[in-house]
């Protein structure tokens, strides 16, 4: 883009610059005129490059918010395989992209946490359970009725976090 505004702003000034030439200011009327021809090529060229300005400073954010959002969505295609432990970290882009970062941070922290809560009440059901198989092998029955009771005690704690999530 900055190639081909050098290449059409150095045209401008060529193609003006031989109708300047002595032959064309022949044609020149007055001073105006002449200054006009003599400063338009400059001033086209100015334009021009200010347009060319103001396209890269509004091209140069979307290409660094490319690679943010290329960023993202690879950290959501890794929770998505089940990785609840990496973290988006160190984006140098606009804030509304970090705070996007830092929700989605937040967010799989919070799932990592359910989900590790959901473990560790599906292995005390395990320990439980055997317990159970234990005391009825034994013929233990007030045994076997206090497992069940811990048993459904932890249920209800499942219960707690399957309210949480909206599915």
Do not use: C
């Amino acid at each position: 883009m900055i190639g081909s505004t050098i290449i059409l702003s150095a045209a401008i000034i060529l193609y003006f610059s031989d109708i300047v030439s002595v032959p064309g200011m022949d044609r020149a009327g007055g001073g105006l005129e002449l200054a006009a021809m003599t400063l338009m090529p400059y001033m086209i060229s100015a334009v021009v490059a200010a347009l060319t300005a103001i396209g890269v400073m509004a091209i140069l954010p979307l290409i660094r918010a490319r690679g943010v959002a290329s960023v993202l969505e690879a950290r959501l295609r890794e929770m998505a395989a089940g990785d609840l432990v990496s973290r988006v970290y160190g984006l140098d882009s606009t804030p509304h992209l970090r705070s996007i970062a830092n929700e989605l941070n937040a967010t799989v922290e919070a799932l990592g946490n359910q989900v590790a809560s959901w473990k560790v009440i599906n292995r005390r059901q395990w320990e439980v359970l055997q317990l159970v198989r234990s005391a009825a092998a034994a013929g233990n029955t007030d045994r076997v009725i206090i497992h069940v009771g811990e048993m459904e005690a932890n249920w209800r704690k499942i219960a707690e976090l399957e309210e949480k999530l909206a599915t």
